[in-house]
């Protein structure tokens, strides 16, 4: 397995192009089996989840093209997909193993095909993420759903049924598949206490652009009137504000300054406050965001995850890294899933001072220097968490199971590099 090799200490400074967003991506490769037009997206990010979700299409029977394209002059891919006929209504244990997002073509198979068998999703590494929400919601929307042998079975018969439903829970992965779900039912669907995460807005959108008539788009109120069929659409996927946010940690704990182009403050509000309320320094421009911590002296800060536009969950283990080189005690509270403290294990390898208090809290004190050390982590946030305590350790950090990172940050060496850090990729069969 490959690993990166990062020896810390240099300040970042320059401009970093963030990509489009894997987890707007994958709900949008996903409606594109709402039509037998083409779909086509643009700034797509070259990402070992796309091309698992490619996967998945294509053995439903989805014709797949892939183009080399440019956003601003940085090289990004193009994907069209068409579904003109379906060859299989399955998506087997294996590709749901992989990646839970595949749960996605549940929502899309089921409007268009009235039927779906899908893998059950097991629990992960962050936690036990049941799929209630997504399956009770369906049902009241007519779709008979029963649970066998690891699969959950779906099928309509006829249309879907437009209805009234309250999600008990914000979950952004229900309030997607039942979207999808909704675009072609019959009649009107209102889906309250829906999640507003900006992914969401971007497949509402595009489900627009292709027919559909969604009102209340960046609410938590989303009134869908069904329509019988959806057309194609060319659409350019909305920046990933996880990797800005990212990366704007990564400014942040080496003093440095970074440019995040195509980042969208808006849709980084609490994490930039954060940032501010430490020290840092940060400009907007019309098509970036500038991270400036150059010289700042940090103070801790609290945060709790919440759903958006609360600060998210996907930037918890980075910003506890970031505390970790502030003055004081910064309290982390995670209220969006139940086991997202796997960092800190290896954090205190590195010499962190961090207590974590049950599940869902976690006191971190600032400390004079971390040092570098063998780590790993078992989720791809996580992951990156380890890569930026590596950038400010003293020494040689490794940090392993770098699948977890190919994930969802494309091209992270060749943007840290970019910026002046040191670090490298070793290859599984390179020498180390
Ligand atoms: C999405 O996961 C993201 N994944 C996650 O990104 C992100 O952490 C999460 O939303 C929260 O923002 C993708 O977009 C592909 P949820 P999702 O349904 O949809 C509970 C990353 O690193 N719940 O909003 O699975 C659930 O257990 C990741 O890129 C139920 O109880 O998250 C959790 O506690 C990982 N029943 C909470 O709701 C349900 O039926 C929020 O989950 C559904 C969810």
């Known amino acids: 397995m490959d690993k990166i090799k990062i020896h810390g200490g240099r300040v970042l400074e320059g401009k970093i192009f963030i990509s489009g967003a894997k987890n707007a991506a994958l709900p949008l490769i996903c409606a594109s089996l709402l039509t037998d037009e083409t779909v086509t997206l643009t700034n797509m990010p070259m990402l070992s989840d796309i091309k698992a979700m490619n996967l998945l299409l294509e053995q439903l029977g989805t014709q797949i093209s892939e183009f080399d394209d440019f956003v601003d002059g940085h090289a990004t891919k193009t994907y069209s997909y068409r579904t003109k006929s379906i060859k299989s209504l399955v998506a087997p244990y294996d590709y749901v193993r992989k990646m839970r997002a595949s749960y996605y073509v549940l929502g899309p198979l089921l409007a268009r095909y009235g039927k779906c068998e899908l893998s059950l999703p097991g629990g992960c590494a962050i936690g036990a993420r049941p799929m209630d929400i997504h399956l009770s919601s369906l049902e009241k929307m007519g779709a008979k759903i029963e649970i066998r042998n690891g699969y959950i079975y779906a099928e309509s ?22 979207l999808m779900a909704a675009v072609l039912a019959e009649g009107r669907t209102v889906l309250e206490n829906a999640a507003k995460e900006p ?27 069904g329509v019988s069929s959806l057309h194609g659409t060319v659409h350019k996927v909305i920046a990933d504000r996880i990797e800005a946010g990212s990366y704007a940690v990564a400014a942040a704990i080496t003093r440095g300054r970074i440019e995040l182009i195509n980042a969208r403050p808006e849709t980084l509000r609490q994490p930039l406050q954060v940032l501010k309320d430490m020290g840092v320094r940060i400009a907007e421009t019309d098509n970036s965001i500038i991270v400036d911590a150059k010289g700042c ?12 536009p609360g600060f998210p969950t996907d930037l918890q283990a980075q910003f506890l890294a970031l505390m970790l080189t502030a003055d004081g005690a910064s309290m982390v509270t995670e209220t969006i899933f139940e086991n997202r403290f796997m960092h800190v294990p290896e954090l205190l390898r590195m010499g962190a001072n961090i207590n974590v208090h049950g599940h869902a809290s976690a006191i971190v004190r600032g400390v004079k220097k971390l040092s570098g050390a063998p780590v790993m982590a078992t989720d791809l946030r996580a992951s990156f968490a380890l890569v930026l305590a590596g950038l400010v350790a003293e020494g040689e950090t490794t940090v392993n ?31 180390d």
């Open 297 to 308: 002296h940090l103070v801790g800060k609290d945060i709790m995850t919440e759903p958006f």
């Open 199 to 225: 992914e969401i807005g971007d497949l509402a959108r595009m489900l627009n652009d292709m027919g559909a008539k969604i009102e209340g788009i960046g609410t938590s109120v989303l009134t869908i009137d």
């Open 157 to 178: 018969d006829g249309r879907l049924k437009g209805t009234h439903i309250i999600f008990p829970g914000v979950s952004v992965g229900a309030t997607c598949n039942v």
């Open 401 to 431: 199971r770098v699948y977890h990172l190919d994930r969802g940050y494309e091209k992270l060496e060749e943007k840290l590099k970019g910026v002046g850090a040191d670090i490298v990729r070793i290859k599984n069969d390179e020498e």
